[in-house]
Structure formats: C-alpha cells, structure tokens
T-cell receptor, first 112, second 109 residues
C-alpha cells in the first residue's frame, strides 16, 4: 500500500511544453526528495525539501523547479520540456533523522 | 567516482540458490539502505541499518562498519526476487542519500 503517490505514471509530451509532476505523501513526513534516474543508471538527487517553504537544489543540475507550500505536496515543474529531460523521476519522503525512506512509483517522462 | 560501489553488477542464478550482493562505501555513514526496484521502476525500501544484521523473511542484510561493507543475502531465491537491488548510504555530512548503481538480479525458474 503506497503512502506516497506520484502522478502521472507515464507521460509523453512535446518539446517546449510546461509540465508538472505531482508527488503527495500521507505520512506527515517533513523531508521530501526528487530523484532522476536514467535507464540502468543510479538515482541522482535533483531537489529536496526539509519542510514547508524549504526547497534546495540537489547534486545533479536540473532545469526543473519545485515548491513546498504544504507538507504533503512536493510538485516538480519543467517550464519548457526538452528531449534531454527524458528520464524517470522518483519522489521520496522521510522523517527527520534518517528513519527510513518511502519511495513513490515514479513518473516515466518522454519528451519528443 | 561513485562513493557507493556494488558487486556484482549483474547476477543470474537458478531458483533456490543462495544470493549475495555486496556493497562498499567510502565515507562515514549514518545509515546504509538496501532498496529493491522492480521492472516498471517503483522502489521499495528493504532495510535500513547502521550496525549488525537485520532479517526479513528470506532477506538478510549485514553491515561491517569498520570495513565499510554491507551485504544483502537472499535465501531460497525465487524468480519473483528478480529485480535491481540498490545499496545507498546516508552520509554523516548531511541527510542526503548516495546511491550505488544497483545489482541486476535474474532468478531462473
């Protein structure tokens, strides 16, 4: 039973379009993360948040932006999609103090 | 250079075999994670450990802090265990996780 939800599961979109990937969790976790994963490769952190109104860029440069207006919601937005953005995007959350992470099912994005 | 190294990268075994996947890390950690990723991409957290050994069903995870090494074992492997197993560390520097590249496991019936 998933406590962290990502939508859409799959998305094919044209170059130049603006898109928002949704991530919501029902566990009241303070920390939330967005990871990008290319096929067969490791996950890379692109954004994270330690709580409401807190957002930080991760280790991998990304042209996306995030917001954290509510604890449970951490959407990721691409203002102008490009084929290089084709990847899988995984959302995760955790409580403070590294007490385990919960991952969403991911959004597989294809930009054509 | 990835701070988290896993071996092997790929592993094919027969159903019933005992499986071991290894993970080495290079910096001080607050916790070591083992994750499972099935085709289709969803990730499930299997274990989080900072010392000793944990067991859940047929899965066992161990960690040796001095040697900076962890292992994931699967007993009586089954085709449904086929997945990518990812080792990850939570660094002492910050709360972020550093992931290994994963081990692709394929169990043949």
């Amino acid at each position: 039973e998933a406590d962290i939800y990502q939508t859409p599961r799959y998305l094919v979109i044209g170059t130049g379009k603006k898109i928002t990937l949704e991530c919501s969790q029902t566990m009241g976790h303070d920390k939330m993360y967005w990871y990008q994963q290319d096929p067969g490769m490791e996950l890379h952190l692109i954004h994270y948040s330690y709580g409401v109104n807190s957002t930080e860029k991760g280790d991998l440069s990304s042209e996306s932006t995030v917001s954290r207006i509510r604890t449970e919601h951490f959407p990721l937005t691409l203002e102008s999609a490009r084929p290089s953005h084709t990847s899988q995007y995984l959302c995760a959350s955790s409580v403070a103090g590294n007490y385990g992470y919960t991952f969403g099912s991911g959004t597989r994005l294809t930009v054509v | 250079k990835n701070e988290v190294e896993q071996s092997p990268q790929n592993l094919t075994a027969q159903e019933g075999e005992f499986i071991t996947i290894n993970c080495s890390y290079s910096v001080g950690i607050s916790a070591l994670h083992w994750l499972q990723q099935h085709p289709g991409g969803g990730i499930v957290s299997l274990f989080m450990l900072s010392s000793g050994k944990k067991k859940h069903g047929r899965l066992i995870a161990t960690i040796n802090i001095q040697e900076k090494h962890s292992s994931l074992h699967i007993t009586a492997s089954h085709p449904r265990d086929s997945a990518v197993y990812i080792c990850a560390e939570s660094s002492l520097r910050d709360d972020k996780i550093i992931f290994g590249k994963g081990t692709r496991l394929h169990i043949l019936p």
